[in-house]
Nanobody
Framework: QVHLVESGGGLVQAGASLRLSCAAS????????MGWFRQAPGKEREFVSS????????IYADSVKGRFTISGDNAKDTVNLDMKSLKPEDTAVYYC???????????????????WGQGTQVTVSS
């Protein structure tokens, strides 16, 4: 069992930057693929980014490519999402997710992930 806790959300103006962090606890000695998703009011949860356990593989949604950067710190059992040039359409609850994985795999599908955090709100004003 893995417990995930997100932090770093808040209210910012368009163009600003934020760093989201996800702290993992529990059976973190295992290898996990980590992901970030977001859900805006009235919309389905959507993929943002994913990183392999080794950090060697990353993928991003087209909507955030070039603006968001995912990174992991295995020593601290954390994964971060650095967001810059934020837009009002980035407003959503951001969720951290994890799944046991091997061979550097990354996943974009919601159903690929087994563990989820409670989410952190990001609001970008225009």
């Amino acid at each position: 069992q893995v417990h995930l806790v997100e932090s770093g959300g808040g209210l910012v103006q368009a163009g600003a930057s934020l760093r989201l962090s996800c702290a993992a606890s529990g059976r973190t000695f295992s290898r996990y693929t980590m992901g970030w998703f977001r859900q805006a009011p009235g919309k389905e949860r959507e993929f943002v980014s994913s990183i392999s356990w080794s950090g060697g593989n990353t993928i991003y949604a087209d909507s955030v490519k070039g603006r968001f950067t995912i990174s992991g710190d295995n020593a601290k059992d954390t994964v971060n999402l650095d967001m810059k040039s934020l837009k009002p359409e980035d407003t959503a609850v951001y969720y951290c997710a994890a799944v046991e994985a091997y061979s550097g795999r990354v996943y974009a599908g919601v159903n690929a992930y087994r563990y989820w955090g409670q989410g952190t709100q990001v609001t970008v004003s225009s």
